[in-house]
């Protein structure tokens, strides 16, 4: 029997690309169970949560305490931003916590990129080589605004090569079936992914269905970036895994990391 007052295990997800990545980057994304929060942030029976959302109505200590675990997970403390749903790509070196950005970039070993997502697709972003890396946040609109297609060109920036190759990690988000949109989202999309609409599924008198991931394929596309795994996760059916904002409103955060291994 199991102690009902045990502090469910910590759990964690790896992306399944190892037979593509460079060595030298690793990743990972935290889970619902295993950290110290409660309620509509604990794990599926409402204790031990890892919930990471600074901004989501949690007890602060109990983020700081889930932000401290995710630490022990990765090399150095992660880089945290405060998320806005926007297109602002930041340099993970030199970013701060209270810096209002979607997606950072790395080019130094041991510099951890995060985004924190519940329901919106995380990207992780690997040059060829190991020689950068970058976390993107892409709800709706930052993927109407060309969040990907702007990480990608300041990581080409960055390096200095316009040519730089890149693979492309699509996480556990909400799925296709689930994710009910109307004609003002997919009007946003068109805007920037001029074939948008093969993403989505008339449900009648105005509603659709998208996904995400087609979305993702399409920015990335415009971009050269054609090496892509793809998550088989969908955040809002799988309540034991994952935190889901549309399905249960009050929520927590995952935390989906990246970095390059120091030598």
Known sequence: MIDDMSKPALEILQPDWNDIKPECVDALMTLRAGG????PYGDKNGVGGFNV???TGDVSF????????AAQLVPEDPVWLKQVHGTTVVDAETATPEMQADASTSLTPGVICVVQVADCLPVLLAEKNGKAVAAVHC???SLAGGIIQKTVNRLRERLENP???????LGPRIGEKDFETGEDVLEAMKATLPQAGEAFSSQGEGKYTASLTKLARMALAQVNVDTIVEANHSTYANPDLFYSYRRDGQTGRHAVMI???ES
């Open 36 to 39: 110290v929060s409660s309620g």
């Open 53 to 55: 959302g600074a901004y």
């Open 62 to 69: 109990c983020v700081k305490m889930n932000r401290q675990l």
């Open 139 to 141: 709800g709706w609109r």
């Open 163 to 169: 040519q730089a190759e890149f693979i492309a990690w």
């Open 259 to 261: 970095w390059i291994k």
